[in-house]
């Protein structure tokens, strides 16, 4: 199931690369729906998105704005995982300053070219994309700030591995700050089940407080699961019944968490 899951969502965000190359705005949600628009609309603020580059802002197919609601720094380095068409990154390193850096991860070709070209038509040069998996993060340990994502955490058949990366990516007291899809209560089987739907960022969603065991597990401390936008998904394509059932149990969310600090030495006795 996880290489399913993998494949569809490559296929379906290469499409959506293809779409915003070519003026159009994609889509995660179902084929032949407006799958994602509960979830990605009127995400961000027009003062961000006017000095981005067109391809960007159409190719952005998150569920938040994690840029806004990071408390990032001048001089810091930032990990965007998912990047996509770059919105987040070009943001990102725009904060953080020319003496900060801001990383892009993505697996899909069509999505880093995109991103590549909106880089050079913004005139970024404190970016750089990686192509990578976010279960398998190309960086070595402690090599950022700052970890950012946007509603892609969700897409990842193997949740807890992405979080255990990024602790391990994040220097001693560094910040996890992501926008995600999370579920309170039940998802029917039938959403649990269905590949297009979890591309869709629905039916991979975790439980919130699943989502917090994850973190812990991984080694994360002040954990913090912020709603900031409670789903209905009369219009989303599901069909009367699964949307129903759905309905006010899937929300976006900012989650946040922290590395711990390194231990102080000891005093040496003598």
Same mark, same amino acid.
């Given at each position: 199931?996880?290489?399913?899951i993998? @494949?569809?969502?490559?296929e379906?965000?290469?499409a959506?690369?293809?779409?915003?190359?070519?003026?159009?705005k994609?889509?995660?949600?179902?084929?032949?729906?407006?799958?994602? @628009?509960?979830?990605?609309?009127?995400?961000?603020?027009?003062?961000?998105?006017?000095?981005?580059?067109?391809?960007?802002?159409?190719?952005?197919?998150?569920?938040?704005?994690?840029?806004?609601?990071?408390?990032?720094?001048?001089?810091?380095?930032?990990?965007?995982?998912?990047?996509?068409?770059?919105?987040?990154?070009?943001?990102?390193a725009?904060?953080?300053?020319?003496?900060?850096?801001?990383?892009?991860?993505?697996?899909?070709?069509?999505?880093?070219?995109?991103?590549?070209?909106?880089?050079?038509k913004?005139?970024?040069t404190?970016?750089?994309?990686?192509?990578?998996?976010?279960?398998?993060?190309?960086l070595p340990?402690?090599?950022? @700030?700052?970890?950012?994502?946007?509603?892609?955490?969700?897409?990842?058949?193997?949740?807890?591995?992405?979080?255990?990366?990024?602790?391990?990516?994040?220097?001693?007291?560094?910040?996890?700050?992501?926008?995600?899809?999370?579920c309170?209560?039940?998802?029917?089987?039938?959403?649990?089940?269905?590949?297009?739907?979890w591309v869709?960022?629905?039916?991979?969603?975790?439980?919130?407080?699943?989502?917090?065991?994850?973190?812990?597990?991984?080694?994360?401390?002040?954990v913090?699961?912020?709603?900031?936008?409670?789903y209905?998904?009369?219009?989303?394509?599901?069909?009367e019944?699964l949307?129903?059932?759905?309905?006010?149990?899937?929300?976006g969310?900012?989650?946040?968490?922290?590395?711990?600090?390194?231990?102080?030495?000891?005093?040496?006795?003598?």
């Open positions: 199931m996880s290489q399913d993998r @494949d569809a969502v490559q379906k965000y290469a959506a690369a293809r779409k915003a190359a070519a003026g159009e994609g889509s995660c949600g179902p084929s032949g729906s407006c799958g994602c @628009d509960p979830v990605t609309e009127n995400l961000y603020d027009i003062s961000q998105t006017t000095a981005l580059p067109e391809g960007a802002v159409l190719a952005s197919l998150g569920c938040g704005n994690p840029t806004a609601l990071a408390d990032l720094h001048a001089g810091e380095t930032v990990l965007d995982l998912g990047s996509g068409g770059g919105i987040d990154v070009l943001l990102s725009k904060r953080v300053g020319p003496t900060g850096k801001a990383y892009g991860l993505d697996m899909t070709d069509e999505m880093l070219a995109l991103a590549r070209a909106n880089q050079a913004a005139g970024v404190n970016v750089e994309f990686l192509k990578g998996e976010i279960e398998n993060i190309p340990a402690g090599a950022v @700030d700052v970890i950012i994502s946007n509603c892609v955490i969700n897409l990842s058949a193997d949740k807890g591995r992405v979080l255990k990366e990024a602790f391990r990516v994040l220097r001693p007291d560094g910040r996890f700050a992501v926008s995600d899809v999370v309170r209560g039940e998802i029917p089987d039938a959403v649990r089940r269905s590949v297009e739907l869709g960022c629905i039916a991979g969603a975790l439980d919130e407080h699943e989502y917090r065991q994850l973190l812990n597990d991984a080694g994360f401390v002040d913090d699961i912020e709603p900031t936008r409670i209905q998904f009369e219009d989303a394509g599901l069909g019944t949307a129903r059932e759905i309905s006010g149990r899937v929300m969310a900012f989650i946040r968490a922290r590395k711990p600090a390194l231990a102080p030495r000891s005093p040496i006795v003598k």
